[in-house]
Antibody, heavy 120, light 111 residues
Framework: QITLKESGPALVNPTLTLTLTCTFS??????????VGWIRQPPGKALQWLAL???????RYSPSLKTRLTITKDTSKNQVVLIMTDMDPGDTATYYC????????????WGQGTLVTVSS | QSVLTQPPSASGTPGQRVAMFCFGS????????VHWYQQLPGTAPKLLIY???QRPSGVPDRFSGSKSGTSASLAISGLQSEDEADYYC????????????FGGGTKLTVL
């Protein structure tokens, strides 16, 4: 059974850095073709892809946010970490992590999401 | 502003067939496959259709997808009340070192 779960602070002050952790089970990020990505959704708005790390440590970022994002993986812990700097109230959203495989590319398993509010 | 364009709303009555569309460009849908996600109210998105027209295990065959050129469509036949949800299309975009793009979503209302 594949599961993913996001964890991190529910509230972040503006200008500070957000660190989110995705802890997963049922698959390995050392398996060829596997990736884990982050997607966010502001309240009442659409999904926005943020970043993706593959089994071979290839990393891809949203062009509009790449200067603020860092994604890393810890294969031994089955975790993927997303760091977003210089948080702004406009970054208030539910943040999801999801698995992807290069066989089809789609995000086939999703976490439940974690709501992050940026406010002082 | 989403890279992929979806009509914001669609509606149908139970039993009816509805279709919703996703419009992109040569760098995304025109060059890559399309995936569709269903998001029921208050829940995480769920993969509904992958690689243009493939259904993951457990997705009813009432749901079907297709792609032509730089656009894609999702059709739901035999509409049911539990199909009321937001539907998002997504595709890989080859520009700017490659990145995923999503549509703005279509909210389906079952009347």
């Amino acid at each position: 059974q594949i599961t993913l779960k996001e964890s991190g602070p529910a509230l972040v002050n503006p200008t500070l850095t957000l660190t989110l952790t995705c802890t997963f089970s049922g698959f390995s990020l050392s398996t060829s073709g596997v990736g884990v990505g982050w997607i966010r959704q502001p309240p009442g708005k659409a999904l926005q892809w943020l970043a993706l790390v593959y089994w071979d440590d290839d990393k891809r970022y949203s062009p509009s946010l790449k200067t603020r994002l860092t994604i890393t993986k810890d294969t031994s812990k089955n975790q993927v970490v997303l760091i977003m700097t210089d948080m702004d109230p406009g970054d208030t959203a539910t943040y999801y992590c999801a698995r992807s495989t290069t066989s089809h590319g789609a995000f086939d398993y999703w976490g439940q999401g974690t709501l992050v509010t940026v406010s002082s | 502003q989403s890279v992929l364009t979806q009509p914001p709303s669609a509606s149908g009555t139970p039993g009816q067939r509805v279709a919703m569309f996703c419009f992109g460009s040569s760098s995304n849908i025109g060059s890559n496959t399309v995936h569709w996600y269903q998001q029921l109210p208050g829940t995480a998105p769920k993969l509904l259709i992958y690689t243009n027209n493939q259904r993951p295990s457990g997705v009813p065959d009432r749901f079907s997808g297709s792609k032509s050129g730089t656009s894609a469509s999702l059709a739901i036949s035999g509409l049911q009340s539990e199909d009321e949800a937001d539907y998002y299309c997504a595709s890989w975009d080859d520009s700017l070192n490659g990145h995923w793009v999503f549509g703005g979503g279509t909210k389906l209302t079952v009347l």
